[in-house]
């Protein structure tokens, strides 16, 4: 790739204090500890930082992948050498606006943002305390919890529009958020910057024992304390996807170094050395047991890398509208 390779030259040349990863192993960027490298990988320390790498990009005619904190992503292990990521990791200014609303950065950890809502005494953010992710990923997949979502609390999008390098104001409307989708996830080269969310007052501590009480249940409930990448499968409507999983008998099993947890039937677990390819054979035999079992399609909710990765060449013979298309 003479076009990468020319780019990311004059990135550097450009850009000399510019923090650049070469050949770095995704598996280190990622909370399933797995993933081979990437060409590049770049960490821009404020926005204009960002948008002055995107506009070099652009001008070679290359598209960036944006990196949050990797906390939904299945990187694969031949890694990604075509490919220039950015990670919004250092865009971490957070701040209450005069009117009492929150400007968050897309790398401020969802955990940061709702700790400030509480400091604040701003309630409606509690579910995402346990998050691992950015406010970036966040917005991107529209994660939620224990009955709350993003979308909740979020009033306005800033976005980096890569096609027309232009900074854009969503409203939330505009971002279309759905179950673990939004407009971001359905249209190519959006960059996502800052948001605005806008919360109810409340008391400081009952948001605080709120908060303290969703984190609980997370760490009796969930496999914290093993490598992943969150719930495997989004909720098929109608059922939940941990147990239609744990009914067909799955729990404990295990490819290579990767396993379906045995603590929450939801979760793929890396418990050592586990492999993408480790990853991707046990994800396609849950979906051929879960539908043998219950006839129910499960979609992936993490990011399978690369994007062209079609679970559905192995997985079950079933109508096209309801099987993940890759996008
Ligand atoms: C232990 C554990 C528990 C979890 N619990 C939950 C949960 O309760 N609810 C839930 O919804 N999720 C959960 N997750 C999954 C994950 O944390 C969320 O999906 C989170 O929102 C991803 O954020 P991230 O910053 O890590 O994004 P990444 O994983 O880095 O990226 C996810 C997607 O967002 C894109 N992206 C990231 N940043 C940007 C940006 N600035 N602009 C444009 N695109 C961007 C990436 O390209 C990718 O497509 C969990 C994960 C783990 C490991």
């Not at 009952?206 to 992943?228: D, G, Y």
Request: proline fraction near 6%; charged fraction near 25%; hydrophobic fraction near 40%.
């Amino acid at each position: 790739m003479e076009n990468l390779e020319l780019t990311i030259q004059e990135i550097k040349q450009e850009l000399p204090g510019l923090k650049l990863y070469e050949n770095e192993p995704m598996s280190a960027h990622s909370s399933f500890r797995i993933g081979g490298p990437a060409r590049a990988l770049a960490v821009p320390q404020d926005v204009t930082g960002l948008t002055k790498i995107c506009y070099l990009l652009k001008k070679h005619e290359l598209a960036p992948y944006i990196l949050g904190n990797g906390t939904n992503i299945l990187f694969p292990d031949e890694g990604l050498k075509d490919l220039f990521l950015i990670s919004t990791g250092k865009l971490t200014k957070l701040f209450l606006l005069p009117d009492g609303a929150i400007y968050a950065e897309a790398g401020v950890p969802l955990a940061r943002l709702a700790g400030f809502a509480q400091q604040n005494g701003l309630q409606g953010l509690e579910f995402a305390a346990g998050i691992p992710g950015s406010v970036g990923g966040g917005l991107m997949m529209n994660a939620g919890a224990y009955g709350g979502e993003l979308k909740d609390a979020v009033e306005s999008v800033v976005i980096h529009f890569l096609p027309e390098q232009a900074l854009y104001e969503l409203t939330k409307e505009q971002c279309a958020f759905g179950y673990r989708s939004s407009f971001f996830q359905k249209t190519p080269g959006c960059v996502i910057v800052s948001a605005v969310f806008r919360l109810e007052k409340g008391d400081p501590q009952a948001i605080a024992e709120k908060m303290r009480e969703l984190n609980e249940k997370r760490r009796e409930k969930q496999p914290l304390e093993l490598p992943s990448a969150g719930s495997a499968f989004k909720r098929p409507e109608g059922y939940f996807a941990a147990a239609l999983i744990d009914e067909a008998g799955l729990k404990g099993f295990t490819v290579g170094g990767a396993q379906v947890s045995e603590k929450h039937a939801g979760f793929v677990v890396n418990i050592g050395g586990a492999t993408s390819h480790d990853v991707h054979e046990l994800m396609k035999h849950i979906r051929r047991e879960v539908y043998e079992h219950s006839k129910v399609v499960l979609e992936p909710e993490m990011i399978l890398l690369p994007p062209d990765y079609r679970l559905e060449d192995h997985g079950p013979q079933v109508p096209l509208h309801r099987v993940w298309d890759g996008e």
